[in-house]
C-alpha cells in the first residue's frame, strides 16, 4: 500500500509537473502564435511600404528620365542662344567698327565740305567783283563807242565840208 501511495504521488506530482509543463508551453505557443501574427503584420506593412517604395522609385525614375531629357534639351537651346550671342557679338563689332568708319567719313565730308563752301563762297566774291569790272569795262566800251561815234562824226562832218568847197 506504501508503495502504490508512493506510486500515486510520483504519478501524481509528475501529473501535476506535466499539468504546469502543458500550461507554460501552451502559453509560450500562444506568445509564439502572438509573435507570428505580429510578424506577420509587420511583415505585411513593409511589404506594403516596399510596394509603396517601389512604386515612388518608379515615377522618380520617370521623372529623373524625363528631368534628364529636359536638361539635354535645355543644353542644346543653351549652346543655340551662345552661338547667337556669339553672332550677335560678332555682328556688334562690325557694326561698331563700321560706325567708327562712317564717323570717320562723316568727319572727312564734314571737311570736305567747309572747304567747298569756303572756295563757292571766294568764287561768288570773285564772280561779283569780275562782274563789276565786265560792267564797268561795258560802261567804258559804250563811252568809247560814243566818242568814237562822234569823232567819226565829226570827221564825215569835215570831208564833207571839204569836199563841198
Known amino acids: 500500500a506504501d508503495d ?3 506510486a500515486k504521488k510520483v504519478f501524481q506530482n509528475k501529473s501535476e509537473d506535466d499539468e504546469k509543463r502543458i500550461n507554460s508551453l501552451e502559453k509560450e505557443l500562444k506568445e509564439a502564435r502572438d509573435k507570428a501574427e505580429a510578424a506577420d503584420t509587420a511583415y505585411d506593412e513593409v511589404n506594403k511600404k516596399l510596394a509603396t517604395c517601389e512604386s515612388d522609385l518608379e515615377k522618380a525614375e520617370e521623372r529623373a528620365d524625363v528631368g534628364e531629357t529636359k536638361i539635354t534639351e535645355l543644353e542644346e537651346e543653351l549652346r543655340v542662344v551662345a552661338n547667337n550671342l556669339k553672332s550677335l557679338e560678332v555682328a556688334e563689332e562690325k557694326a561698331n567698327q563700321r560706325e567708327k568708319s ?3 567719313q ?4 564734314t571737311a570736305k565740305l567747309k572747304q567747298a563752301e569756303a572756295r563757292a563762297e571766294f568764287a561768288e566774291k570773285s564772280v561779283q567783283k569780275l562782274q563789276k569790272e565786265v560792267d564797268r569795262l561795258e560802261d567804258e566800251l559804250v563811252s568809247e563807242q560814243e566818242k568814237f561815234k562822234a569823232v567819226t562824226e565829226e570827221l564825215e562832218q569835215t570831208f564833207a565840208e571839204m569836199s563841198g568847197y
Not at 562723316?106 to 565730308?109: A, C, D, G, S
Open 4 to 6: 502504490s501511495e508512493r
Open 106 to 109: 562723316i568727319k572727312t565730308l
Open 102 to 104: 562712317y564717323k570717320e
